[in-house]
């Protein structure tokens, strides 16, 4: 297997955009990408797309081609091919993207991930985010992902004493850390009190407690490690890829406060990289609940199972923390176009890597992780990232 | 790069099938598929689905996850991941199966494909299949795809004086071929008269030159070569894989008449197998409607452009013709479970090569082709399968 090196990223503005199409918004990603590697469109072996349900939100399946037509591709006949895991459905892009480079069948890829979740007509965008539940199991009686995550949270807080105050804790430090990131949808930080006193959702799952609906795109540009010098002197490194899946429907978990497709992915990619967890510098984790925060810092192995809300309290994982995570401000305020957000992860630790992080930068950052969930945790992908 | 070959098959029936579920279909196709092969499920290293929409077909995205869940393997935590190129989905999640072994990351991979398209409720099959055709120039203007390939073919008629009656000879041999496959949705013979006086869908389209709506999946274990000797004597080797892409929108295209996604992905699966289409004994091509067969016998370099009418008349295509085409039936026949589709084409040529084709076996084929169609043309997938 070849090494693979991540020598270009571009990324979006995260909201509601209702003024951009989706097409607009994958193009402007892709263009991003491409212009900071400094490669040309002929040097493109293969692009991948990540979008979870582009058929429902915008009537429009068979993304990948779409893609590579409106990047100006098409013409090259540049294969592309769109993947699929739910919220997952980003880093999932990203991970085939690094195989087929690894296999030596290409040099160079570029990997996309897009939602567009607003403007979308007819379906509610929760109606069709619970597409990627158990439709027999769960959708069809009503269950929905605040739901689900709600049953996660009370249960966690019942085994192991986790607390409201700490769930709200990951609130307010993603939205201090979206508020010094020029793409969050959400550039405002707000107080404890505020997200303790906000709107109930799901009990015990507040409005704070929820990353939000949003329209996005995020791209970045793979290539193979022996020539990415040709290109660029700040190339960043995969050294681990991981990937699990689990049980559709929650209640068929072992324990619902685990996310053992995250345990499995994590496992596979510290393996790969040869790195225990404690080697991890930095992190971009699954926040689409504020709850699966706290579940995903334990199951990565960064604290104890059932430690993670009392690493939140204790202010681990703050931008001066031992172990920032969600600099970006995470799904909570950067914004969750769930097919995006795989590959914004690692726009964001690659930025990170790279000492471009602006405002947010974590000092000497030199191994970052990102962790992408589908789902209630029916599928995960984990990605280790190096400075080369 | 790892050489790759196929160990084991599996396949529903074909058909209107209102008592099978979507899960009960693709976990019945792909437990086929690993009986066939002899392995057992610890043996699975990753797992690839097809499936063009299902999130809009049967409401459920995320269904890498939901066959890995139910197929038994949600406790292994196996890597599942779905991939959607419109009809040529079933294509990619092989070609992508593929690439995982080659890279040398995984050893045995099971690819799946699958669409329940008649049990679906609310908005209608073709509504949903325009979603594989460009939205904003092409569906939301009405386009369907039989009108877009009536285009197709009457600018093929204009061009190269190909007949109604040559059309309708492609319905006559796949349903010929069709009555042959247990497995086919239409298990019967049409004349030739029958398929010309069809009633009109879009002219010169009838409905013996269009493919059916169809419920179905199909399965494949892929294994490493170097292994694969501990499961079977009777694997087939993949000696070629290409993928090629254009423009989503029809009239977009240089030229209707020919499928440029096809001549490259063909071009590429040829130079990895070091071969030319004359030496292909068999081949299974996207026949989604009669003139896109004779395209595709075009534009993968069996006749020459504008001479595949002139072929199938001249009965080159049919069982014990030099080039047996669709000998499965072909989509028209067999039927066209979208995402499926790309996957079962594997299944009959690997059917044929180990000489298990019962009344429909071509005499000593070595060498077969697979060649997978997304929407008009957008998205193409050809495999090359030898046996080993």
Same mark, same amino acid.
Request: some cysteine; proline content about 2%; charged content about 20%.
């Given at each position: 297997?070849?090494?693979?090196?991540? /020598?270009?990223?571009?990324?979006?503005?995260?909201?509601?955009?209702?003024?951009?199409?989706?097409?607009?918004?994958?193009?402007?990603?892709?263009?991003?990408?491409?212009?900071?590697?400094?490669?040309?469109?002929?040097?493109?072996?293969?692009?991948?797309?990540?979008?979870?349900?582009?058929?429902?939100?915008?009537?429009?399946?068979?993304?990948?081609?779409?893609?590579?037509?409106?990047?100006?591709?098409?013409?090259?006949?540049?294969?592309?091919?769109?993947?699929?895991?739910?919220?997952?459905?980003?880093?999932?892009?990203?991970?085939?993207?690094?195989?087929? !480079?690894?296999?030596?069948?290409?040099?160079?890829?570029?990997?996309?991930?897009?939602?567009?979740?607003?403007?979308?007509?007819?379906?509610?965008?929760?109606?069709?985010?619970?597409?990627?539940?158990?439709?027999?199991?769960?959708?069809?009686?009503?269950?929905?992902?605040?739901?689900?995550?709600?049953? !996660?949270?009370?249960?966690?807080?019942?085994?192991?004493?986790?607390?409201?105050?700490?769930?709200?804790?990951?609130?307010?430090?993603?939205?201090?850390?979206?508020?010094?990131?020029?793409?969050?949808?959400?550039?405002?930080? !707000?107080?404890?009190?505020?997200?303790?006193?906000?709107? /109930?959702?799901?009990?015990?799952?507040?409005?704070?407690?929820?990353?939000?609906?949003?329209?996005?795109?995020?791209?970045?540009?793979?290539?193979?490690?022996?020539?990415?010098?040709?290109?660029?002197?700040?190339?960043?490194?995969?050294?681990?890829?991981?990937?699990?899946?689990?049980?559709?429907?929650?209640?068929?978990?072992?324990?619902?406060?685990?996310?053992?497709?995250?345990?499995?992915?994590?496992?596979?990619?510290?393996?790969?990289?040869?790195?225990?967890?404690?080697?991890?510098?930095?992190?971009?984790?699954?926040?689409?609940?504020?709850?699966?925060? !706290?579940?995903?810092?334990?199951?990565?192995?960064?604290?104890?199972?059932?430690?993670?809300?009392?690493?939140?309290?204790?202010?681990?994982?703050?931008?001066?923390?031992?172990?920032?995570?969600?600099?970006?401000?995470?799904?909570?305020?950067?914004?969750?176009?769930?097919?995006?957000?795989?590959?914004?992860?690692?726009?964001?630790?690659?930025?990170?890597?790279?000492?471009?992080?602006?405002?947010?930068?974590?000092?000497?950052?030199?191994?970052?992780?990102?962790?992408?969930?589908?789902?209630?945790?029916?599928?995960?992908?984990?990605?280790?990232?190096?400075?080369?």
């Amino acid at each position: 297997m070849r090494d693979v090196t991540i /020598i270009g990223i571009g990324l979006t503005q995260f909201g509601e955009l209702w003024d951009k199409s989706f097409r607009q918004l994958i193009a402007e990603a892709g263009a991003s990408a491409i212009l900071d590697a400094g490669i040309s469109g002929k040097d493109i072996d293969a692009m991948y797309v990540g979008s979870m349900s582009s058929g429902r939100f915008v009537g429009q399946e068979h993304v990948g081609a779409l893609v590579a037509d409106v990047s100006g591709f098409s013409h090259m006949h540049i294969p592309s091919t769109r993947v699929e895991g739910a919220c997952a459905s980003g880093g999932l892009a990203v991970r085939q993207g690094y195989l087929s !480079i690894a296999s030596g069948i290409n040099d160079i890829v570029i990997v996309g991930g897009i939602e567009k979740m607003n403007d979308v007509g007819g379906v509610s965008a929760t109606e069709t985010l619970a597409t990627a539940s158990d439709q027999e199991w769960e959708a069809f009686f009503g269950a929905t992902f605040p739901g689900l995550y709600a049953m !996660i949270a009370k249960r966690h807080m019942y085994e192991y004493g986790t607390t409201k105050k700490q769930l709200a804790q990951v609130a307010v430090k993603n939205h201090a850390n979206g508020a010094l990131n020029p793409n969050a949808q959400y550039k405002k930080p !707000i107080t404890l009190e505020y997200a303790m006193n906000a709107t /109930i959702v799901a009990d015990p799952l507040g409005l704070m407690d929820c990353s939000p609906i949003s329209d996005g795109a995020a791209s970045i540009v793979l290539c193979a490690a022996d020539i990415a010098k040709k290109y660029t002197e700040k190339s960043i490194k995969i050294i681990g890829s991981g990937q699990g899946s689990d049980t559709l429907a929650l209640h068929a978990r072992r324990d619902i406060c685990t996310l053992d497709a995250t345990v499995h992915a994590g496992k596979m990619a510290y393996k790969q990289a040869k790195i225990t967890p404690k080697q991890i510098n930095i992190a971009e984790v699954h926040d689409c609940f504020t709850i699966a925060e !706290i579940c995903a810092i334990e199951d990565l192995g960064f604290v104890k199972k059932g430690e993670g809300g009392k690493a939140v309290e204790n202010k681990i994982t703050t931008l001066d923390g031992s172990l920032p995570v969600n600099t970006s401000g995470g799904l909570k305020s950067k914004g969750h176009p769930v097919g995006a957000t795989g590959v914004a992860q690692i726009v964001e630790i690659t930025q990170q890597l790279r000492g471009e992080a602006g405002k947010r930068q974590v000092k000497d950052a030199r191994i970052g992780l990102t962790h992408n969930v589908g789902g209630s945790g029916a599928t995960c992908v984990v990605h280790i990232l190096e400075v080369a």
